[in-house]
């Protein structure tokens, strides 16, 4: 109702503006001021959380290297993580993470960029359309499903193929697996988009020169794309590293320094839901650590984006 | 990749350049079949690994409704038809008869108990049926088969437990019944629902739309319509881009020091004169969904800034033209037209919020709530967070009604997402 009250007005104004001497300059409008105001610190919200995420988590980061059983070094080179003794070691965490993480890069890069190439490049538009949506339903499932599948699905199928006394009921494979299957989508959308922003001369003049579909596809569109393709691998490295459910579920509740896929050990994401989600008290030193394994996480997956934003900027080829 | 690196194809325009064109016309025409059979294999394997995708997707689906029917077997600790004298099923009886029954099985302790949490006066045919199940009865599930296993070995199963657990009986069961999604939480998975995980859900959604909803679409206005090329609007888009990709579980340590124990004079509720003795220290569903605002706000920023920048520059120079201000060019011209992208985007990053548990997790989600939520200073759980739990159990019957919970969320899902759909053809319809 405010509303029509005010395009009255805006007439209103108008018929009484036609009258001769007039006043054209700019008044200062106190209502679009708050208005412009209110919505600028809704955009700087968005700085709050950021200085926030780094405040506190530091806050309790720095609590934790502060404590006299831990040092820095000890933190990043140690091999045992085992807090209940003193022993705060990352790289069995971090490790698991990087298997999970190299795991679901392996199926997800080759698999999203054939799905990208075959949807860009080959498949009908009405396929396409089919297809897409249908993709993009994986992407959108709640990780704690995928989670579930991968510890009663994936697990026993592993099981039943490599024998249940090689793989164990809680691995880093299966969660792997079911992460890369989660990636596949992100993935590819994304190098799809990137692949559809390649103009069609490019393609066209592959063609004239008596290249086949295929040869067009990898030597010309592809290449052309590779900032884009290359951004949306990094991103998709970097959701794997802070996916936390899947591996929180499947991939096993204990730190372990192993190199074996089907054996279970922990990641950084899967410590922290584990450890948070039973009874802490606030200021042990249990608790601090979640903060510094929060820490290390942020600024690993902060680097990867920054990263994948920077290849976006500086070498994105410009088509007219 | 072994076709771009292929030496021949790399070399074949130096070949043009030095020799003879019939040489090079022969080379061309006998590399011809060899590309043409590269491109068909590799066109298999694109087709191949969409296919995985679909395969997987429909593995999914497949292996959760496969759990949540199927025979499952259970034994009483007292059979049901002994407790009624004529032989009459117990389900058929009313509640007068029925409640002798339980005072006569029941210690007077747990019979006062169940009788302080509701009057018996209240109590309906159906509870009084279902209490009489539960307290005398006892039945506990043994084992469970999951929906295919159940329909191709049908008499297997029937002679294996007859012989395994004598006094047992095979019941055939629909994990995912009104029952399940009517009862609060239990710690016996055939008693349990998933009610209070629903409500719990309903409530922190409410708070991550009323909260985000605005201020995502403000901050979008900004961005897109007031900010001008300047250091502070640039490092707040990139702010914007960057907090998009910073894991979930991350927030959920930032709205557990914040919300949970910075301000947990409010999220508790102590603020405003409000105090419950069952809320646990500022761990509620007001700071579970400030977090999960917090969380999809970026996305809600980025999504509704694409709508906003797809409006024609024309609407807005025109009205100008006609004397509007800033404000009221977007208020009247540029949000309805951005609209129906904003909605879109908007629900789609909800239902993002709507499947995060790890940030919940975190946050200090509770793992028992018997009671459905009454405010937003309660307890809370949710649908995402009760299929972890019940995921993390070893036994049994705890995966079946997980998968049942799956359904439940999924298909709520499905619908915030066809709401989507919905309401971006209704108003585009009506708009443009």
Redesign the interface.
Known sequence: MA?EA??IS?TS??TR?QSPGIDLTKRP?L??LL??A???I??????F??I??VL??G??AVHFFQSPEVTLWEFLTGTVWQPQIGYFGILPLLSATIMTTTIAMIVAI??????A???SE?AAPKTRST?KP??E??A??????????A???MTPFLRSILGKDVVSIYNTGSAGLVMG?LI??LI?SMVEDALSAVPRSLREAGYAI?A????VA??VVLPAAISGVSAALI?GI??A?????IV??AAGAGPALTANPFKPAETI?GH??RI??GDLS?DSIDYNS??AL?MV??FL??I???I??RIIRHFREVYE | ?S??DDPQ?EARPEKNRDSSIMLDRFQ?SSNLAR??R??RI??V??????L???L??T??IA??IN?SFGYAAIQYKVDPNSLTAQGTPLSELSCEELIPILEENLSTNRFRQLISEKPLAQWSQEECYETVLAEVAKPKILETWSLVYSLRYKDLLKVYTEQKYPGSELVFKTWLNRDFIDSPQSSDPLLAGIRTAILGSLFVIAIVIVVAF???I??A???EE??TPNRI?G??Q??????A??????Y???G???FV??LEPLTSGSVFGYSDPTTANGRTILAAGLTLA?LI??VI?INSQEAIRAVPGSLREASYG???????TV??HVLPYALPGILTGTI?SV??A?????PL??V?AS?FVRFDPDSIFSKFTTI?IQ??QW??RPQDAY?NI??AA?IV??LL?LTL?ATAIFLRNRFSRRLV
């Open positions: 509303n005010k395009t805006i104004q108008m503006n409008r209502g679009e208005i412009q209110f919505l600028f809704c955009g700087a919200i968005s700085i959380t950021t926030g995420i506190f988590l806050q309790e080759p698999l999203g960029l054939g799905v190439v075959y949807l080959y297809l249908i993709l339903i994986i959108g499932i709640p990780t704690v499903v995928l989670g579930f599948f510890l009663y699905t299957i596949l989508p590819s008596g086949t579909r295929f040869e990898t030597q991103l970097s959701r590293v802070g996916e936390a459910m929180a579920i994401t922290i839901v948070s989600g606030y979640l903060f929060a996480l942020f997956t902060l990867l984006n920054l994948s934003q | 990749m076709p771009t194809t061309f590309r043409h590269l491109g590799w066109l394997l694109l087709r191949f690994s969409t995985v995708g679909i997987a997707l593995a999914l292996s959760i759990d605005p201020i995502g403000a901050a206005i900004y961005l007031y900010a609007n490092i707040i990139t702010n914007i881009n960057n907090l990709g910073v894991p979930s579980i991350i959920g340590m930032l557990l020091t914040f124990r910075i917090l706000l970026p920023i006609m004397g509007a201000t800033r404000w009221q208020w009247h789609l239902s993002r709507f499947g995060e548990t790890a997790v975190v200090g793992t995402p299929i972890y995921t993390a995966k997980a998968a799956i969320l999924l899902l997402n």
